[in-house]
Nanobody, 122 residues
Framework: QVQLVESGGGLVQAGGSLRLSCAASGRTFSGYAMGWFRQAPGKEREFVGRITWSGGSTYYADSVKGRFTISRDNAKNTVYLQMNSLKPEDTAVYYC???????????????WGQGTQVTVSS
């Protein structure tokens, strides 16, 4: 089992920045790829980005490419999502998730955090 807890969400004005953290506990963390997803009200959960277990490779959705950056510190069992140049359409609950696969698909991730709310005002 891998337990995930997100933090760092909040209210920010458009153009601002936030950094989300995802702390993992339980089984070995470094063997998992980590993904970030988000879900806005009335919409399906969507892929934001993911990072390999080593941290050597990242991949992002087109909607956030160039604005969001994922990193991880395996010594601290923590993954980060740095969000810059935030837009109102980035408003959503953000989730981190763990998978043995390098995937952009929700169902490929077996472990999920509880989510943290990010609200971007215009």
């Amino acid at each position: 089992q891998v337990q995930l807890v997100e933090s760092g969400g909040g209210l920010v004005q458009a153009g601002g920045s936030l950094r989300l953290s995802c702390a993992a506990s339980g089984r070995t963390f470094s063997g998992y790829a980590m993904g970030w997803f988000r879900q806005a009200p009335g919409k399906e959960r969507e892929f934001v980005g993911r990072i390999t277990w080593s941290g050597g490779s990242t991949y992002y959705a087109d909607s956030v490419k160039g604005r969001f950056t994922i990193s991880r510190d395996n010594a601290k069992n923590t993954v980060y999502l740095q969000m810059n140049s935030l837009k109102p359409e980035d408003t959503a609950v953000y989730y981190c998730a763990a998978s043995r696969l390098l995937s952009t698909i929700v169902r490929d991730y077996g472990y999920w955090g509880q989510g943290t709310q990010v609200t971007v005002s215009s």
